[in-house]
């Protein structure tokens, strides 16, 4: 197992912004991605980065979130941007060897996964 450890979540007013870091261990992964849950929902894909860096975003953070990852030093990032209350979730980082991008938002695509870090934007 190769770990996954977030960081970087916290608590924010609407319009504020954070940054998440995932730091990787072990050799470099074809796809990582930044998933979020809310107790008694389903875990939700927030955005992903391939290899060749492809950056398939969900709808509702497109604009505001980027994803970006360090090569070197085999981290990945989300910035946020225009925080809203509904972004209030825990987040996860995962990442995945198969090559491939169309089931990127699909939990089960993943082999890999951080504990969490929480995010809460207050209105």
């Known amino acids: 197992q190769v770990p996954l450890v977030e960081s970087g979540g916290g608590s924010v007013q609407a319009g504020g912004s954070l940054r998440l870091s995932c730091a990787a261990s072990g050799p470099a992964h074809y796809l990582m991605a930044w998933f979020r849950q809310t107790p008694g929902e389903e875990r939700e894909a927030v955005a992903a980065?391939?290899?060749?860096?492809?950056?398939p975003y969900t709808d509702s953070v497109k604009g505001r979130f980027s994803i970006s990852k360090d090569n070197d030093e085999n981290t990945l990032y989300l910035e946020m941007n225009d925080l809203k209350p509904e972004d209030t979730a825990m987040y996860y980082c995962?990442?995945?060897?198969?090559?491939?991008?169309?089931?990127?938002?699909?939990?089960?695509?993943?082999?890999?996964w951080g504990q969490g870090t929480q995010v809460t934007v207050s209105s």
């Open positions: 980065i391939t290899g060749e860096g492809l950056t």
């Open positions: 995962a990442a995945s060897e198969d090559r491939r991008i169309w089931d990127w938002h699909l939990p089960s695509r993943y082999n890999y």
